[in-house]
């Protein structure tokens, strides 16, 4: 079973704001992802780690920045919010040997 | 750099139906591939995976998918479709390096008819 989990599941913000949404992990997985998906989109890769302390940007560019300084946390943040952020930010991680990634229930940021 | 595609935006099938969605991948070596579900407002699940060996795999709930180097395509079939198949369905790709990047398509949305 998946045992990653992402909070708060459902986030509503005002413009401008700073906002940190949440992935811990208790698989002990080196990697972790973050994906943005647009309602009825596919998922586009925003960040990754292969562990503590590295970073990259993923494919898709994007004005959030993530940090991993556990490796079972994965935080993403916008320092300050606009609508074009809204999305849901789904994240993931895997195992050391490519395994499949194990994907939270995501959290879906309305901003307004 | 590899990429994903899924040719099929919506399907729609009959109860008790077969079901073949379609996946096209490009990528210059043998890839990792997935298929995954997602209902409304979740998270993904994995329904079965491609690395190695048999090129036909066999998945949870009932879904299997045949991975065809000479076509680049790893297709998801389902030999009788249920009320509760109706979902998202993504495939991905990985590279099979340490640098392991889950790359995904645009989905497939199935709608079963009762």
């Known amino acids: 079973e998946a045992d990653i989990y992402q909070t708060p599941r459902y986030l509503v913000i005002g413009t401008g704001k700073k906002i940190t949404l949440e992935c811990s992990q208790t698989?002990?997985?080196?990697?972790m992802y973050w994906y943005q998906q647009d309602p009825g989109m596919e998922l586009h890769l925003i960040h990754y780690?292969?562990?503590?302390?590295?970073?990259e940007k993923g494919d898709l560019s994007s004005e959030s920045t993530v940090s991993r300084i556990r490796t079972e946390h994965f935080p993403l943040t916008l320092e300050s919010a606009r609508p074009s952020h809204t999305s849901q930010y789904l994240c993931?991680?895997?195992?050391?040997?490519?395994?499949?990634?194990?994907f939270g229930q995501g959290t879906r940021l309305t901003v307004v | 750099a590899q990429s994903v595609t899924q040719p099929d935006i919506h399907i729609t099938v009959s109860e008790g139906a077969s079901l073949e969605l379609r996946c096209n991948y490009s990528?210059?070596?043998?890839?990792?591939l997935f298929w995954y579900v997602q209902s409304p407002g979740q998270g993904l699940q994995l329904l079965l995976k491609?690395?190695?060996?048999?090129?036909l795999v066999q998945g949870i709930k009932g879904f299997e998918a045949e991975f065809k180097r000479s076509q680049s395509s790893f297709n998801l079939r389902k030999p009788s479709v249920h009320w509760s198949d109706a979902a998202e369905y993504f495939c991905?790709?990985?590279?099979?390096?340490?640098?392991?990047?889950?790359?995904f398509g645009s989905g497939t949305r199935l709608l079963v008819r009762p």
């Open positions: 990528y210059g070596a043998t890839p990792y």
């Open positions: 780690s292969y562990g503590v302390n590295s970073t």
């Open positions: 993931a991680s895997s195992g050391r040997w490519n395994t499949e990634a194990f």
């Open positions: 491609y690395f190695s060996g048999d090129t």
């Open positions: 991905a790709v990985a590279r099979g390096d340490s640098s392991y990047k889950l790359i």
């Open positions: 698989m002990g997985h080196d990697k």
